[in-house]
């Protein structure tokens, strides 16, 4: 006849604790043991279960902003600098950033970014175009087999990194998007 060990009440804290692989050679828990971290129990009911938008900025009607200083007109402005640059190449950043690029340094850090993109963009085409044209000399196929997937590329790249912007503009962020696609030509 086999005997079990008694068993207590269950632990309340019995969900918590980390029953991850035992380590060779371990021997049995003690019922202190097996919280992941020290002071890794459960959270305070008002810990992480803030609502989205809520906090600081959502009092101040600032569109969940989260920077100080961040109104919805420079959150409009730079998603609409974004979103044209995607239609109009570097056009519209360039009328965001010469007329209200002194109103904020939010505004001016998005609208240089939104540039910069798009400039860097519109370089990229025109070698993509040189490179078409070269290969037109030797065959027109080859120049639309090559320059159109490189530029239908390059765009979804720019649309991609151009979205991320406006994401970031509207929760009141800075983007950082990779110098290899966005050289900083405007500052």
């Known amino acids: 006849m086999t005997s079990k060990p008694a068993r207590s009440a269950p632990d309340p804290q019995a969900p918590q604790l980390d029953m991850g692989p035992a380590k ?3 021997g049995p828990a003690e019922p202190d043991e097996g919280l992941a ?10 810990e992480g279960l803030a609502e989205p938008g809520a906090g600081p900025a959502a009092d101040e009607g600032q569109s969940g902003a989260s920077e100080p200083g961040v109104h919805d007109g420079d959150v409009t ?17 360039l009328i965001v950033y010469a007329i209200k690029a002194r109103r904020s340094p939010f505004l001016r850090y998005h609208a240089a970014v939104a540039v910069n993109l798009s400039l860097t963009c519109t370089l990229y085409v025109v070698c993509c175009a040189i490179l078409g044209g070269l290969l037109a ?3 027109v196929t080859v120049a639309l087999v ?5 530029l239908f590329g390059l765009w979804l790249i720019m649309l991609r990194y151009l979205l991320r912007g406006v994401v970031a503009a509207n929760h009141g962020e800075e983007y950082e998007i990779p110098s290899w696609i966005c050289a900083r030509i405007v500052t």
């Open 24 to 26: 060779p050679g371990a």
């Open 37 to 46: 971290e020290p002071g890794a129990g459960p959270a305070e009911p008002d």
């Open 146 to 150: 090559i320059a159109v997937p490189l």
């Open 137 to 139: 000399l030797d065959s």
């Open 77 to 93: 402005s730079a998603a609409f600098g974004y979103l044209g640059a995607i239609f109009l190449g570097p056009v519209i950043p």
